[in-house]
């Protein structure tokens, strides 16, 4: 990386937003992979735990705009104080009062939907302090803080085992308070901050069809991905009788690839142009799923099906951001809220219909047919609006986007 970028802006900041995003994303997704194990003392059913599983993800992304909003108005830095305190204090609840009801996991998801929202708080304290031509490098590193859905994967199911599943949340409130404490020392809200949004502005992103496409196709990729990483250790479980810890290393092995494309699918798509990817990625991601729902004997050909399909859907992800600041440069503050939103929501569905129609049917098979059939949808979608796209964008940024 250029020596001009690490002049350009604040790296102890940008240090700061990628370690706050990665454990807010950790503790986010820490009742997936302990899924199992709650289930099994608090005997929940599949469709419960589907729930307990995807209440995170939908209060997450409900809560991105609330906390865009709070960082419009205070700062980055506040609002990302703000959530971290309320991510504390509910872990810190959790750990001393106990999870001992169905009802309790759906409050602790409530809670932990603050972490979900660090998107909205990372992401613009980066960005801020960094010129046009380094936004690229500047997002990639403080995005990359999705990673810390790996570590939870890889980690919470062991300590669970050692430890028990109600001591992860006392636990976790480890790195978390470190991470809180270089926050406030290290972070710094850049001199020149874009004007806060209002209500409206949002009303008026709603208005313009495309907007609806590109939530679309999100709810999609990232959906895909945090729905099956948040779904992939009950199923493992279910569908294999792998243990807890096992199941945690299969899925953390598919959110890993996931995560890992997500920087590289922005630099494909830099290369290839962004819908020609995403159209390669919405095939690729669709035919793995639809294997994986014939119920493969293999418990390693479903993992090398589901490592397949999140490589394709962390591509996905790059490569819808790779398109948004071309059809929406001056509103891409307002647009990255909706599209998160958009991708959380699709994450919750996918989760929680997965444990549905396991619940009613005794399998999973529907519901990856189910997901597959969405993934051919938006490449059909893709493919229609792309000629429209190639006329109304603008020569310059069908250029860029080589489509």
Known sequence: MSSSFWKAGHTPTLFAAFLYFDLSFMVWYVLGP?????????????QERGMMVATPILAGAILRLLMGFVADLLSPKTAGIIGQLIVIVTLLLAWQLGINSYQHTLLLGLGLGFAGAAFAVSLPLASQWYPPEHQGKAMGIAGAGNSGTVLAALFAPGLAYLFGWQNVFGLALIPLVATLLIFILLARNAPQRAKPKSPRDYLTALNDRDSWWFMFFYSITFGGFIGLASALPGYF???YALDPVMAGYYT???VLAGSVMRPLGGALADRIGGIRSLLWMYCIAALCIALVGFNLPSPVLALTLFVAAMLALGTGNGSVFQLVPQRFRQEIGVMTGLIGMAGGIGGFLLAAGLGTIKQQTGDYQLGLWLFALLGLLA????????????TTWGSAAMTSARV
């Open 34 to 46: 302990l899924a199992v194990q709650i289930a099994t003392d608090l005997d929940l059913t599949a």
């Open 252 to 254: 953390a092995a598919c």
């Open 237 to 239: 479980s279910d569908q």
């Open 379 to 390: 490449l059909f979608g893709l493919g229609s609006v792309k000629q429209r796209w190639r």
